[in-house]
């Protein structure tokens, strides 16, 4: 994720990733359930404040350590393959378009987690088994870069209709649904708001328009992206780019000088809602630890962390996020969803389809 690589200036801010507190690597901790090392497997965004982990691993007398495994699709499916014998106790990071093939492939035993009772229902996609725990939720929506629209005399799109319409030509890019979440999420969105039928056509209009895809996020936001500040530097021309309502909060809390206003908007009707969760791994070996750790992520202290860590919203009601997310980057109102069975029944053949529409 991957997509939420603002984390890596947060170090500057005192915020610093699990692997910089407690080491990054396989750890091997096949030993008795009682062992006092509990392992979490993650994509690479993966980040929490060190007073709020150390809190815990006082409070649980558990130490905890990562094995962070890339973007959210290579962690997931690195997961999935090494099941039988897992890497550690604790997966976090499957979103609801990975959801299904995570647990089609048996990667999570069940686990109650305590707290879910001051958890959403909409948040709640295993209700039935309990084999994840819903954490957090993101919207993945086009960014707009509100300078180049001021000084072009342009309205920003709004939906996912006008990103079609002839005023954008060459102004959008995105990334590739077949090796990014962002990218998939885009794609499921324009599924969700088209329907089966006329997705494909809707990327043909997209295409003849001249939409750029890219591999992934961090290229596409920090390259392509003129609205960023890292893309600036780097002569980005695509004033559209398929990101997070999160997006602009970051771009205001890490500027070197701090603006008045966010320099980037969202189209708030392109986006689509991500929501990511943990699970206690099959076959994990200090399931006692993992349980702990999966009620930990659930705690009003790490939910209440997350926003300025990952860029992501808490799932736990009540739970406050900064002021810079609510002036900046609100939820979305009415986002695209689409329920996990229909994801997984068609993710890999819209992927199939997408990419033979869009890439060749």
């Not at 390259?223 to 771009?251: H, I, M, W």
Request: proline share 5%.
């Amino acid at each position: 994720m991957h997509h939420k690589t603002f984390v890596a200036a947060a170090v500057g801010l005192g915020l610093v990733t699990m692997s910089a507190l407690t080491g990054c690597g396989s750890t091997d901790v096949k030993g008795s359930t009682d062992s006092k090392t509990v392992t979490l497997v993650s994509h690479d965004s993966w980040a929490v404040s060190k007073n709020v982990l150390k809190d815990f691993e006082k409070r649980s007398g558990y130490k905890v350590r990562v094995l962070k495994s890339g973007d959210a699709g290579q962690a997931v499916n690195k997961a999935i393959l090494t099941k039988d014998n897992p890497q550690g106790d604790v997966f976090f990071g499957v979103d609801n378009t990975l959801l299904s093939r995570a647990l089609d492939n048996g990667l999570f035993q069940p686990y109650e987690a305590k707290g879910l009772g001051t958890v959403g229902a909409q948040y709640q996609l295993d209700k039935a088994k309990h084999r994840v725990t819903p954490i957090d939720f993101g919207d993945i929506c086009v960014n707009y870069d509100k300078a180049y629209f001021a000084k072009h005399h342009l309205q920003p799109p709004q939906t996912f209709a006008d990103l079609a319409k002839p005023a954008y030509k060459n102004l959008l890019v995105t990334e590739n649904a077949a090796t990014s979440s962002p990218g998939l999420g885009f794609l499921l969105g324009s599924a969700a708001g088209y329907g089966d039928q006329g997705w494909p056509d809707y990327w043909k209009k997209l295409k003849a328009n001249g939409v750029k895809v890219v591999d992934g996020w961090e290229q596409a936001y920090y390259q392509e992206f003129s609205g960023s500040s890292e893309g600036k530097k780097a002569g980005g021309d695509r004033p559209l780019v398929v990101s997070y309502a999160s997006s602009p909060p970051a771009e205001v809390i890490y500027a070197k000088k701090r603006p008045s206003t966010a320099p980037t908007g969202v189209a708030g009707g392109t986006c689509f809602r991500q929501i990511e969760f943990a699970g206690l791994l099959t076959n994990a070996h200090n399931t006692k630890g993992g349980k702990a750790l999966v009620d930990f992520l659930l705690s009003k202290e790490f939910q209440q962390d997350m926003p300025l860590n990952m860029f992501v919203y808490p799932v736990v009601k009540g739970a406050t996020v900064p002021a810079e997310f609510t002036e900046y980057g609100p939820v979305a109102k009415n986002p695209e969803t689409l329920a996990p069975g229909k994801i997984a029944a068609n993710r890999d053949q819209w992927v199939k389809s997408w990419t033979s529409l869009v890439l060749k």
